[in-house]
């Protein structure tokens, strides 16, 4: 039987321990990890995906807890000190982190692939700086359930048959922007910047008693529309594509009289962090048109990179001039941003009671 | 005269809670305070001051949200107190060591019990798509109507209540000398008139304790009213996430927070108050 001394012990657990370091530090010194801020679902499964496929940077993933404007006030609080490198997000957010001054401004240089993108799709600054990373383009729009909605939908006035009571899924005042009181409002004649009649309208719906609940996350909705609790509503790509995996949905994109809203889901890249660089890399990658396919296909969302191809999945998000003449709405974004607050109030005063 | 110095003891915990709790809250009533600008995230650093935060809490809509909060925190309280007492008596009095060793065991693990588990527990059997939501819609319940949600609410809170009241009745009960009823009874009393004038008024600072750790953690309540309330039964508590997590309008959430604590204080300063008159009578 062979004998280890103590010291022969202590070599071959040094030696052990010495090789094992050089394995890790190599390894180690290849890559930087990033904190990134993405949304659940599909999305977060379409980034790992894409973050699986190179391996220059590693994440540490944070999900945002309901509407992407929720992770503004955690920023804010530990400010000038990011703990993010990027914050997928969308116009609204992205308007958000531009008053605040937070956002890295970027360039085809930096971001060589930013020259597929359409560059009018780009959020700017006053002084015309892109500071936000397109990636892909969703949808907001009205959609229900074929096999167990009670009415085909073909309006807005249809969410009143009383056969629908309780089975609308309808957003909370903090979710989409508030973007289904312009779409109410639309209907009766306003819009964004006269929203009297969406509130007259909302009214009424919160008084019929269809609203069945009121979802407040994006997994609120997907629940209640996959459990049957609610047949039909209004909510973005991403969570009526996880309804769709699962069950026939009609998606009220090319209806007249039934507003979209197109938004586009991106990168933000925040200053006074050490790997900017890994950053802006990374997200190059992530808009190269092989990746930009790959998430339209697992995260729901169409590719904004013109070189990449649509999935027929999402061939309801892809318009025509004349077709995004006649269906799609584009908001002014700033108004909806600076009423968020005012909006919810009114929200809470007089739909919340009726509900 | 060395007794009414303060003893350096309580120099740790006077510290502790001077650091996490009184000075937070007294940044959360400066904050309360601050003008907001709409669009912006939190209030500027030099915003100036003004009452209006508070002023726009005047309003029939905020009146409206917490009656909702204290009538269901209300009503989840006292059916709590209504079932842990008797369960906490029949522990205290009936059960062998060993049993209620082991019933002490129990009420402790449900504390434990995750309150995300306990809820969707409840909305799945009880929800409109539970089991019991369909025998409920065949006996003409609306599942889906406002009154069966606030009682899901109540229910979801009750899941805590019960075991924390039990557990803080069953030390007051066993405080209380049993021969004292023994006594009442040997006087002429029959046993339900000694229980109520004997053993009753001797337990109530118990009751009166566990009733307002209830309704505290009641009105409290976040996680509970968020999913079980299905965004239509809201408390105070997540108009203040809101406020704070969604619209960044800190000044206003600050201002939610201030009146819910006041509230909070003064229900708890006027029920001791009463209680405590009511058994000096």
């Keep these: 039987m062979t004998m280890l001394t103590r010291r022969q012990a202590m070599q071959t657990a040094a030696a052990s321990l010495a090789l094992s370091s050089v394995g890790f530090m190599s390894r180690a010194a290849g890559t930087v990890e990033l904190t990134a801020v993405e949304w659940g679902g599909g999305v977060i499964d ?37 703990e993010f490198d990027y914050v997928a997000g969308w116009e609204g957010s992205f308007n958000g982190m531009l008053k605040e001054d937070w956002l890295v401004p970027v360039t085809v240089d930096m971001i060589p692939n930013l020259a597929d993108i359409p560059p009018k799709i780009i959020v700017k600054n006053a002084n015309g700086d892109w500071m936000a990373v397109p990636r892909a383009v969703g949808g907001i729009y009205f959609a229900y359930r074929d096999d167990i909605c009670p009415v085909k939908i073909t309006s807005i006035d249809d969410l009143f048959d009383p056969s629908l009571k309780g089975k609308i899924c309808w957003p909370g005042p903090t979710q989409s922007m508030m973007l289904q009181l312009v779409a109410l409002s639309l209907h009766a004649g306003g819009d964004e910047n006269n929203l009297e009649p969406g509130w007259e309208l909302m009214k009424k719906l919160a008084q019929s008693g269809n609203i069945g609940r009121i979802a407040v996350t994006d997994t609120d909705f997907t629940t209640s529309l996959t459990s049957g609790e609610t047949v039909c509503g209004f909510y973005s790509e991403p969570q009526l594509t996880d309804v769709a995996k699962a069950f026939p949905v009609t998606r009220l994109t090319k209806q007249e009289g039934m507003p979209v809203f197109l938004y586009q889901s991106g990168f933000a890249v925040f200053q006074n962090r050490p790997n900017l660089q890994a950053t802006l890399d990374f997200i190059n990658f992530a808009i190269s048109p092989e990746m930009s396919e790959l998430y339209a296909e697992v995260a729901g969302e169409a590719p904004l990179n013109t070189k990449a191809k649509t999935p027929d999945a999402l061939k309801h998000l892809s318009f025509t001039p004349e077709e995004f003449d006649k269906y799609v709405y584009v908001p002014d974004f700033n108004v909806v941003l600076t009423q968020q607050d005012a909006w919810a109030k009114r929200w809470e005063d007089e739909i919340a009671p009726l509900l | ?78 059916v709590g107190i209504i079932l842990a007492f008797p369960m906490a008596y029949w522990i205290a009095r009936r059960l062998s060591p060993q049993w209620r060793s082991l019933a002490l065991g129990f009420f402790v693990t449900l504390m434990f019990l995750s309150v995300l588990v306990r809820t969707y527990a409840l909305e799945l059997t009880f929800g409109a798509t ?30 805590y209540i019960i075991p924390m009241s039990t557990l803080t009745l069953l030390g007051t009960i066993q405080s209380v000398d049993p021969r004292l009823n023994e006594a009442a009874q040997v006087l002429g009393a029959p046993n339900w008139k000694a229980h109520l004038s004997v053993t009753m008024p001797l337990c109530m600072r118990g009751v009166l304790a566990s009733f307002l750790f209830g309704f ?64 000096q009578q």
């Design chain 1, 46 to 82: 379409a980034m790992k995906e894409i973050a699986a496929k190179q391996d220059k940077v590693t994440f540490n993933w944070v999900l945002h807890q309901g509407g992407s404007g929720a992770i503004l006030p955690k920023i804010k609080a530990t400010w000038p000190n990011s």
């Design chain 2, 1 to 78: 005269m060395k007794q009414n110095t303060p003893s350096a003891l309580y120099l740790p915990g006077g510290l502790l809670f001077l650091g996490l709790f009184v000075l937070p809250m007294a940044g959360l009533f400066i904050e309360s305070l601050r003008f907001y600008e709409p669009g912006s995230i939190g209030s500027a650093a030099d915003a100036p001051f003004t009452l209006d935060n508070y002023a726009e809490l005047l309003k029939a809509s905020f009146a409206g949200f917490l009656w909702q909060t204290v009538k269901v925190s209300l009503l989840a309280s006292v």
């Design chain 2, 130 to 159: 539970g089991p019991f939501g369909s025998i409920l819609r065949e006996i003409g319940i609306a599942t889906n109507g406002r009154g069966y949600i606030q009682v899901l609410v109540a229910a979801g809170l009750l899941h």
């Design chain 2, 216 to 279: 505290t953690f009641s009105i409290s309540a976040f996680v509970i009213p968020m999913i079980l309330g299905k965004g239509r039964v809201l408390f105070i508590s997540n108009l203040i996430y809101t406020r704070f997590s969604e619209i960044a309008n800190y000044p206003s959430g600050a201002a939610i927070s201030v009146v819910l604590f006041a509230l909070a204080m003064l229900i708890v300063y006027v029920l001791t108050r009463l209680v405590n008159r009511s058994i």
